[in-house]
């Protein structure tokens, strides 16, 4: 359990599998969280964070479509996010240190691997109340401040020199530990922080002043989500498509040498047709050119020779490898007509 005042804060969880999302619930309820809500997707989290402001979100790393790293761009840098400095842990099965990298470089607030233990989640959460980062936007990046230190952000430097000027070092507003408190006067100086670290960011994104209650704040956001998930989705199921097809082709290939071996010593227990439909099946495998024309022909075939070899455990077998037989050799006919 954590103190009581945690029990303040605003969770959002985003993860496409809803068994991660109820056990995730579930350690955070154990702990006295109480304001815990779930996403199913980029798409209905971004709708989520301009409607309730969450203090804190957890996102799955690999979702369909758009993934957890693309939230936390469009989060951290899209001129309509509500609030870019929300802390974000991202949750990964990758440990290795590329993928640590890559989050860092989204912007991701910190991580959790794979499979989840209340423990390590204890710890974060303590983490980003405790030890706030500052905020950095700069060419290449909107996210909190990369370096570990307990010093103020305005005070810490990357080197001796003052940081280039266009880059951004923000101080924590420690909205969080404010909220944690329970005291209201800090939680009211904070939000005035966070106020003007959003409209300062609001700036130097040319934008105009961000509002949570803007009707249409996060239409675009939403749109670059949706977009990117039916890219993401296409190409899932072109490579699908691809494999399937080059998968078939290899079975084909392979099919030849055992159908040769099968018309010359078991047709004599097959339907009279069963000689027909290999040898036409023979002739298709020999024509690469037709197969690829014409996969519903192939289909037939198949599927008559695996009912002509289910004869005798299925009674329903031989009728119909005698009706798909009569269809391939109409279609044969039309064909040579």
Known sequence: MLPSGYAALEILIVDDIANTRQILRAILRHMGFTRVTEASG??????LIK????????TDWDMPGASGLDLIRIVRSHPESPDPTVPIILLTAHGD?????????????????KPLAPARIRDRILDVVSRPRGFVSAPGYKGPDRRRTDRPVVQDRRSPEAPAPDVLLLPPDGLLMAKVSGDDSAVRRALQSRVSILRTLAAVSHSAPLQRQSGGAVSSMIAA????AVRDDLERLVSEALSALDRCAD???????PLERFRRGALDRMPASAG????SLQRLIADPVRVANDPGIIRLHLLAIRAMLRVGA???AERTASELASQIEALSQRRRD
Request: aromatic content about 6%; glycine content about 12%; hydrophobic content about 45%.
């Open 42 to 47: 980029t798409a209905e989290a971004l709708a």
């Open 51 to 58: 409607e309730i402001g969450p203090d804190l979100i957890f």
């Open 97 to 113: 240190r590329q993928y640590v990298k890559a989050g860092r470089d989204a912007g991701a607030t910190d991580f959790l691997v």
């Open 225 to 228: 989500a949706n977009a990117a």
């Open 251 to 257: 079975a084909l290939t392979r099919m030849g040498e």
């Open 276 to 279: 027909r439909v290999i040898g």
């Open 314 to 316: 299925d009674p329903g």
